[in-house]
């Protein structure tokens, strides 16, 4: 059975650009969730996904915003880049939502923004 | 609002030995659970063990244990046998019953000594 898969797997941005990262769930599984992981602030929470509906979302600015797909594959997008933005971006899937539904989390997206 | 807390940034075991990572949360929630993550140097990260907060006995996973005290709010995982494919990031992290967003600590960087 295959992994969730990120695509790209490395990424550079310049500043003010906006980039699109993708996710590939488990097949099967309906929930998708993405966090951002930093040196400075660790993983964070960015939102979540389940049968095409956003069920939570966490305390990020509105360039971040994301979607899924009726497939179940989600993206998420990021405005306007600042600098800080550069970071690993992963997402995981679960059959369902609910902490009784193993996560499986991707091997991640790395941005770096210049 | 949910926290957790790593003590440990670093520590290192010697290939064989016994290792216990520890972890603090804090959380006006009386149902939960618990998790321990691994992140190897590729970056994946992987379930290693989880608890629900209304069960008593500890969880364990093979070479992994988990010493639950909800009262004093810690969730310490406990490493037996130590290899070296051991080595990696490994995160403590909470959910809701209700939810489906992870709350992780900072990390605590493990490194098996040959």
């Known amino acids: 059975k295959a992994g969730v898969t990120q695509t790209p797997r490395y990424l550079i941005k310049t500043r003010g650009q906006q980039v699109t990262l993708s996710c590939s769930p488990i097949?099967?599984?309906?929930?998708v969730s993405w966090y951002q992981q930093t040196p400075g602030q660790g993983l964070q929470f960015l939102f979540e996904?389940?049968?095409?509906?956003?069920?939570n979302k966490g305390n990020f600015p509105g360039r971040f915003s994301g979607r899924q797909f009726s497939n179940s594959r989600s993206e998420m997008n990021v405005s306007t880049l600042e600098l800080g933005d550069s970071a690993l971006y992963l997402c995981?899937?679960?059959?369902?939502?609910?902490?009784?539904?193993?996560?499986?989390f991707g091997p991640g997206t790395r941005l770096t923004v210049t | 609002a949910q926290t957790v807390t790593q003590s440990q940034p670093e520590m290192s075991v010697q290939e064989a030995e016994t290792v216990t990572l520890s972890c603090t949360y804090d959380t006006s929630e009386n149902n939960y659970y618990l998790f321990w993550y691994k992140q190897p140097p590729s970056r994946q990260m992987i379930l290693v063990i989880r608890?629900?907060?209304?069960?008593?006995q500890n969880a364990t996973e093979n070479r992994f244990s988990v010493n639950f005290q909800k009262a004093a709010k810690s969730f310490s995982l406990k490493i037996s046998d130590s290899q070296l494919g051991d080595t990696a990031m490994y995160f403590c992290?909470?959910?809701?019953?209700?939810?489906?967003?992870?709350?992780f600590g900072t990390g605590t960087s493990l490194t098996v000594i040959p």
């Open positions: 608890q629900e907060a209304y069960k008593q």
């Open positions: 995981a899937s679960s059959l369902g939502t609910g902490p009784s539904y193993e996560q499986y």
């Open positions: 097949s099967g599984h309906r929930s």
């Open positions: 992290a909470f959910m809701k019953e209700t939810g489906n967003q992870f709350y």
């Open positions: 996904y389940f049968s095409e509906t956003q069920r």
